[in-house]
């Protein structure tokens, strides 16, 4: 049986210290000069995570005040 592709069981979010760690490393990013999210993704990719396209919204409030940085980032 084939798991339908919006599961996200066994699946983790990152800890909300590994998102402000995330967002120190964006805004470093931006005074490089890439820019918030090269330095965002780029850490959290650094950690194992990746950007699940396909997966519903992991927002706490699902969305409803925008999506944060880190919606839909996970790891197996
Ligand atoms: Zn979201």
Known sequence: MVAPSTETTGYSVPTHEEVLAAIRAGYRAIDD???????????????????REDVDCTC?????????????????
């Not at 000069?33 to 950007?51: D, Q, V």
């Not at 699902?62 to 919606?71: D, F, Q, S, T, V």
């Open 60 to 76: 706490p409030d699902r969305g409803y005040r925008g999506h944060l940085p880190e919606c839909r980032w996970m790891r197996p």
């Open 33 to 51: 000069g890439y820019g918030f999210y090269p330095g965002f993704n780029g850490w959290l990719e650094s950690l194992g995570y990746t950007r």
